[in-house]
């Protein structure tokens, strides 16, 4: 999901290219965390084909429909609450694309031995002392560092470079952010906890595994939901502000990017011959 994601929305001239290989790309990506067998690996393959296929078929029309919307307000000034419309709409589909696939991965999970699970989970424990390592040890100014340049780049991709008043603008919103790299690794942590639980496959436990990931704002740490909430109505500000100082220049940059991101989509829309 975070690879469709990521492929989609990022300012990338090989979207094309990568879309039509997730049949390939999303499988290599699940056996970096648990090796398949031959059988696993075909059962994987025939549960991904509907969901690539709904994707298609679905949500691209959908996207494109957005898309539009986004280059209608590229044309003007776009206020916050436009903004902030098509974020909501882009969730609305991350979470209908997040359901498709959870419902072939519990199809999948079913099939796994008591090995692969335990290797799955050490896998994820394994990862989760990485991401601790890495961000943990990180000072308070080099949180906000990361953060500025993570905002820096997305909005480069669409605008080319950032004049000095917008950086500005951005490290600002960097100053601003909460802090929530150690409730994001918390809340992480109990994810993994969870899933071990419900993984050992007592009855009913798919429908736990999906209530754990539907429902997870209920179960989440108060503070991480605050966090994320007041960091993403930080963003969401410096980046309206951000594009009501575009230049001419970052204008036609803007446009070219989103009629490039249209086109993409429109081959999608057709499914890749053999």
């Known amino acids: 999901m975070l690879l469709l994601a990521a492929l989609l929305l990022s300012a990338c001239s090989a979207r ?73 709409e882009f969730e609305l589909a991350w979470y209908r694309l997040r359901d498709q696939a959870l419902e072939a991965l519990i199809s999948l999970a079913a099939t796994l031995t008591e090995s692969q699970v335990e290797a799955f989970i050490a896998e994820l424990r394994e990862r989760q002392a990485e991401y601790e390592a890495e961000y943990l040890s990180r000072t308070d100014a080099e949180y906000r560092e990361d953060a500025l340049e993570r905002m820096e780049d997305s909005l480069g991709d669409y605008l080319g470079r950032l004049d000095d008043a917008q950086e500005a603008r951005l490290a600002t919103a ?18 993994v906890d969870r899933l071990e639980v419900i993984l050992a496959r007592a009855p009913g436990w798919q429908d736990r595994l999906r209530a754990t990931v539907r429902d997870w704002e209920e179960w989440v740490a108060e503070d991480y ?28 940059r803007l446009q070219r990017e989103l009629a490039a991101l249209e086109r993409d989509l429109d081959k999608l829309m057709v499914p890749a011959g053999p």
């Not at 699940?30 to 994987?44: F, S």
């Not at 916050?80 to 098509?86: E, G, H, M, Q």
């Not at 109505?233 to 230049?247: C, F, H, Q």
């Open 174 to 191: 960097a100053a601003e952010l909460t802090r929530i790299d150690g409730a994001w690794l918390s809340v992480r942590a109990a994810w």
């Open 225 to 252: 939901l605050r966090g994320t909430n007041q960091n993403s109505a930080v963003v969401l500000r410096a980046v309206t502000d951000v594009l009501a100082m575009r230049s001419e220049r970052q204008q036609a």
């Open 16 to 88: 094309v290219f990568f879309y039509n290989r997730l049949d390939f790309l999303i499988p290599w990506y699940i056996e970096g965390y648990v090796p398949l067998d031959r059988d696993q690996e075909d059962r994987l393959e025939a549960l991904l084909d509907p969901v690539l296929a709904w994707h298609r078929r679905e949500e691209l029309p959908r996207y494109a429909a957005l898309v539009g919307e986004a280059q209608g307000l590229a044309g003007g000034e776009a206020a916050l609450p436009d903004i902030a419309r098509l974020v909501e």
